[in-house]
């Protein structure tokens, strides 16, 4: 069985992030979408619409992931990988050579964002509306 990590806040989940979950999907047989926890997003400085397990019930609808695990901080992904026998790391594009470290513990992708959608683009358009 081929096993695939991806990570995420997954705030207001929309198509791009289906776009991601599923081409992440594609790669292996099993995938582990590591959440950000509200503490973890309040130390990036980032603060999320819903809270993690409302975002975590969301996730866990979604057909293509498999597992959702909390993501507490950034030194944990050497860890994830080793402890869920990871053959394969996606993330978006956005985050290129940011993981390459991973490398060493198994193969890293970066797939190409949905360029038309994100989650700070509709919280802008929200304000915009208000």
């Not at 582990?32 to 019930?57: C, P, Q, V, W």
Request: with cysteine; glycine share 6%; hydrophobic share 35%.
């Amino acid at each position: 069985m081929k096993r695939v990590l991806t990570y995420g806040t997954f705030d207001l989940l929309h198509y791009g992030h289906i776009n991601l979950l599923k081409r992440a999907k594609e790669r292996g047989d099993y995938l582990i979408t590591a959440l950000s926890t509200d503490e973890f997003n309040g130390i990036k400085g980032k603060r999320s619409y819903f809270k993690y397990d409302e975002r975590k019930k969301l996730l866990e609808a979604v057909r293509y992931v498999d597992l959702v695990i909390p993501e507490h901080n950034w030194e944990q992904k050497v860890q994830d990988v080793l402890t869920y026998h990871i053959d394969t790391f996606v993330i978006g594009d956005d985050w290129k050579g940011k993981f390459d470290f991973l490398a060493d513990y198994c193969n890293v992708v970066y797939l190409e964002r949905t360029p038309e959608i994100s989650t700070t683009k509709i919280k802008e358009q929200l304000m915009l509306q208000s």
